[in-house]
C-alpha cells in the first residue's frame, strides 16, 4: 500500500505530544514531597498518641498500684496477688453509676455502693468509692494504699471484714476498694440508728462484743508485724446475716513496726499489762487516782518524755514532741527528722495544737482545750451541751412540776404563780399531800430562807464529797444550774457568777470521759470539714449529733487519750488505743446509746450524757447495772457487768493498766475469771460479788 504523503497542515493539527500538557519536568517532586511529609507526620502523631496513651496509662496504673515494694519499708510485705483488680466500667455498671439506689452508705471519703456483678460473680459486693469532691485525694488515696498493704496480713480472719480487690478509674481520681457485702451494714447504723429488734436480744450484742475482740486480739496477736486498727468504733464495725461482727476500714490501721524507733525499743513492751505492777509502775504513779479526773500528769508525763529510765511503761514516754513550726500547713506532716514514722493522723493533730499552748504548768482541766487552734472545740462542746438544754427545757416539766412551766425561770409572771404555788403549798394541811406535792427545791429557796440554809448545807456536804472521789464537784454542776436563780435576791448575782465559774470547771471534770476524741476531728477529718480544715478554718461542724459518723470524722469518744488528746500529739497509736476505743464500744454494745447524748431531760439527767463518765460514776455508786438499755431482752446479768468491768478497765487513762486483747478475749469467754474493777471505781467496800465464774458455769 502506497504510503500517504504528509500533508503539512495536518501535520499542524497533529496535537502536540503530551508533556507539553502537563507541567514542566522540574515541579514533578513538589507533588510527592508534601505527600511524603503528610504521610510520615501523620505516622508520626500516630506513634506519638500511641506513646501517650501508653505512658499515661502506665502512669495511672503506677499511682493506683498498692502501696511500694521498697525492702525497707514494711510494705515488702506487701502480697496483694490476691487482690483481684477490678475493671472499673465494670464496677461502674454493676453500681448503677455509683447511683444513690445502690448506696449503703456514706463514710469520710466517699460513698460506699452495693454492687451487683453480671454473671461471674456469685453475690453481690460493697464497693468503696473515694471520690475526690468529699476529700483531699491525697488522704483518700493514703488509706486506699493503706487498706490494699495491710489486706494480706487481715485476709484470714473471720472476724475481719474482707477486701477482695481494688480499682481506678482511667483518670486515676476514682479510687475504689472492694469488699464482701455485709448485708445488716454497720453496728452504728443496726444499733443505733435503725434499733434493729434483732440487737435487743443479749446474746446477739454479747456476741457481736466477743467477735470484735477476737478480731482486735488477731490483730495485736496473731499477726505478724502486729497490726493496730487506730480507728475502733461502730461504723467500722460490720453486721453480716446473722449479725455476726467483723471488723472494716483500715485506712487508718498502722503495722507495729511503722512508727518504732530507738526510743521505743529501749523501753521493751510489755506483754501483760493488765494491773498495777511491774512496767506499769512509772504509770501507776504519774496517774494512780486520776481515772477520774485530772490529766495533768499524764500531759508532764508527755513533756518530760523518757527522763526516768528505760524501765518505763512504753506509754508513759514521749517519742516525739513536734515543734509546731515543724508542721506544713498543707497536711500537717510533720518536717525533718521528727517526721519519720510518725502516725499521720497525729501529724495532722499537730496542725491543730501549734498553738504552743503543751506547757507542763497547764492548769489540770484546761490542758486538752487549749490544743484546738482556735479555742473552737471547748466552743463547740459548751454550745452543743447548750442547744441540748434548750432542746430539753421546754418540754419538761423542769420549772414548777406542774407542766407550767416555761423554761425562762424568773421572768415576773412565773415568779407570781410560784409565790401562788408556794403559798398553796404551804397551807396544805394532808401530811401526805403535802410530800406529793412537794415544790422543787428552787422556789422553794426563794420563799423560805431556812430551807435555803438547809439546801446549801447539803449542797457543801456534796461538793465535799464528789471532790473526795475525784470527780471535781462535777455532779453539782447540774444541781447549781437549777439553784442558781433561787437564792435570796440579795445574793442572787453573786450566786449566779460563783456557779458559772463552777459550771466551767465542772463540764470539764463532766468531759474527761472525752479528752482527746474531739482532738480527733483535727486529725481525720470527713469530708464536711476538710475545706474548712484546710482553709485554715478550724471550724466543727454543729450538728449536735456528735457521736455520729457523718457528722464527724473519728467520732468523739472513741479515741484513746494518748494517742487524741491528754496525751497530747507525740505518743504513739499502741495496741493499747484500740483497747480504750474497744471499751468504749463495748459501753455502746451495752447501753444501747451513743457515747454523748442528752438521753432524757432535765438538767438531773444530764450527767448521763457522757456514756464514759456515767460509767465511772455507776461503778463508784455500784450500780453498774442502771447502764444496761432498757430494751434488751433475755438479759444475762453477768455478761453485762462484766461487758461494763471490762470496759472500764479498757477505759484507764495509763495505757498499761489496761488489759491485752488477748486478756479480753479470755475474760469475755469466760477461760479466765472475772475481772476486778479498778480500784478508783470499786464502790467500798471493793467486792465483785456480782460475778459468778463464768468458767465455772461452763
Ligand atoms: N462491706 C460493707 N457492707 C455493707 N455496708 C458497708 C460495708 N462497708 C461499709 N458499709 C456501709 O457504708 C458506710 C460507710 O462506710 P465507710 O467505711 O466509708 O465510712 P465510715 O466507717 O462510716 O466512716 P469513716 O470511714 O469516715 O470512718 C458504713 O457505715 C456502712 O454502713
Redesign the pocket.
Known amino acids: 500500500m502506497p504510503s500517504r504523503p504528509l500533508d503539512p497542515s495536518s501535520a499542524a493539527a497533529v496535537p502536540p505530544p503530551l508533556h507539553h500538557h502537563i507541567l514542566p519536568q522540574h515541579k514533578k517532586p513538589n507533588l510527592l514531597l508534601p505527600l511524603l511529609a503528610a504521610s510520615l507526620t501523620f505516622i508520626f502523631l500516630f506513634l506519638l498518641i500511641l506513646l501517650c496513651v501508653f505512658l499515661y496509662r502506665r502512669l495511672s496504673r503506677s499511682r493506683t498500684a498498692p502501696a511500694t515494694t521498697d525492702s525497707k519499708s514494711p510494705h515488702h510485705l506487701l502480697q496483694h496477688s490476691q487482690l483481684r483488680r477490678f475493671s472499673y466500667s465494670l464496677l461502674r455498671r454493676s453500681t448503677g453509676s455509683f447511683s444513690p439506689t445502690t448506696l449503703?452508705?456514706?463514710?469520710?471519703?466517699?460513698?460506699?455502693h452495693k454492687a451487683t456483678l453480671p454473671t461471674h460473680h456469685p453475690s453481690p459486693l460493697?464497693v468503696?468509692l473515694m471520690d475526690p469532691t468529699r476529700s483531699p485525694l491525697q488522704q483518700g488515696e493514703r488509706e486506699f494504699h493503706n487498706e490494699l498493704s495491710l489486706a494480706h496480713l487481715t485476709l484470714s480472719s473471720p472476724h475481719i471484714?474482707s477486701l477482695l480487690g481494688f480499682s481506678s478509674n482511667r483518670k486515676g481520681d476514682r479510687l475504689l476498694l472492694v469488699?464482701?457485702?455485709?448485708?445488716n451494714?454497720?453496728l452504728?447504723?443496726s444499733l443505733l440508728e435503725s434499733k434493729r429488734p434483732e440487737l435487743s436480744d443479749w446474746s446477739a450484742r454479747f456476741a457481736i462484743a466477743l467477735d470484735v475482740a477476737r478480731g482486735l486480739e488477731y490483730l495485736h496477736h496473731s499477726c505478724d508485724p502486729p497490726v493496730i486498727h487506730g480507728?475502733i468504733?461502730p461504723?467500722?464495725v460490720?453486721l453480716d446475716g446473722d449479725f455476726r461482727a467483723k471488723i472494716?476500714?483500715f485506712?487508718l490501721a498502722r503495722l507495729k513496726t511503722d512508727y518504732e524507733d530507738p526510743i521505743t525499743a529501749l523501753e521493751g513492751n510489755s506483754g501483760n499489762t493488765n494491773n498495777n505492777g511491774g512496767e506499769g509502775d512509772q504509770c501507776v504513779r504519774r496517774f494512780n487516782g486520776e481515772d477520774n479526773g485530772s490529766i495533768l500528769e499524764e500531759t508532764e508525763s508527755v513533756l518530760t518524755g523518757c527522763t526516768e529510765g528505760a524501765d518505763q511503761s512504753p506509754e508513759s514516754c514521749v517519742i516525739r514532741v513536734v515543734d509546731a513550726g515543724a508542721v506544713s500547713p498543707e497536711m500537717g506532716m510533720e518536717k525533718g527528722s521528727a517526721s519519720e514514722g510518725c502516725f499521720d493522723g497525729i501529724s495532722m493533730d499537730n496542725g491543730a495544737v501549734n498553738g504552743g499552748e503543751r506547757k507542763a504548768t497547764s492548769s489540770r482541766r484546761d490542758w486538752w482545750w487549749k490544743q484546738d487552734s482556735g479555742g473552737g472545740v471547748k466552743d463547740y462542746v459548751m454550745e452543743w451541751i447548750g442547744n441540748e438544754i434548750k432542746k430539753e427545757r421546754p418540754k419538761t416539766r423542769w420549772v414548777d412540776g406542774s407542766g407550767n412551766g416555761t423554761g425562762t425561770g424568773l421572768k415576773a409572771e412565773s415568779k407570781r404563780k410560784q409565790k401562788k404555788q408556794w403559798e398553796w403549798w404551804v397551807s396544805l394541811d394532808d401530811k401526805e399531800e403535802k410530800v406529793a406535792r412537794k415544790p422543787r427545791k428552787w422556789w422553794k429557796e426563794e420563799f423560805c430562807d431556812e430551807l435555803s440554809r438547809k439546801a446549801k448545807k447539803k449542797k457543801k456536804t456534796k461538793r465535799g464529797h464528789s471532790s473526795s472521789n475525784g470527780n471535781g464537784g462535777g455532779e453539782l454542776w447540774w444541781q447549781n444550774e437549777d439553784e442558781e436563780d433561787f437564792d435570796e435576791s440579795g445574793q442572787e448575782r453573786k450566786k449566779r457568777k460563783s456557779t458559772k465559774s463552777n459550771s466551767l470547771s465542772s463540764i470539764d471534770w463532766w468531759l474527761d470521759g472525752l479528752s482527746g476524741e474531739l482532738m480527733r476531728n483535727n486529725g481525720r477529718r470527713?469530708s464536711q470539714e476538710w475545706a474548712s480544715c484546710n482553709s485554715g478554718d478550724a471550724n466543727i461542724p454543729k450538728s449536735g449529733a456528735v457521736s455520729s459518723?457523718p457528722s464527724m470524722?473519728?467520732t468523739v469518744c472513741y479515741i484513746a487519750p494518748e494517742y487524741g488528746g491528754a496525751g497530747g500529739p507525740g505518743l504513739r497509736l499502741s495496741e493499747k488505743c484500740d483497747v480504750y476505743s474497744f471499751g468504749v464500744l463495748l459501753l455502746v454494745l451495752v447501753s444501747g446509746r451513743r457515747p454523748l447524748q442528752v438521753t432524757a431531760s432535765p438538767m438531773s439527767e444530764f450527767e448521763r450524757a457522757n456514756l464514759i463518765s456515767w460509767a465511772r460514776q455507776l461503778a463508784c455508786n455500784g450500780k453498774l447495772l442502771d447502764l444496761v438499755d432498757k430494751s434488751i431482752h433475755s438479759l444475762d446479768e453477768d455478761q453485762a457487768v462484766l461487758c461494763i468491768t471490762i470496759a472500764l478497765l479498757c477505759l484507764q487513762r495509763c495505757p498499761s493498766k489496761r488489759p491485752s486483747m488477748r486478756e479480753i478475749v479470755e475474760m469475755l469467754s469466760g477461760h479466765a475469771g472475772p475481772p476486778q474493777l479498778p480500784f478508783e471505781f470499786s464502790p467500798s467496800p471493793p467486792s465483785n460479788a456480782r460475778f459468778k465464774s463464768l468458767r465455772k458455769a461452763q
Open positions: 449503703l452508705g456514706h463514710g469520710g471519703f466517699g460513698s460506699v460493697a468503696k471484714l469488699y464482701e457485702l455485709m448485708p451494714r454497720s452504728q447504723e480507728d468504733k461504723s467500722n460490720l472494716g476500714d485506712g470527713n459518723t470524722r473519728g
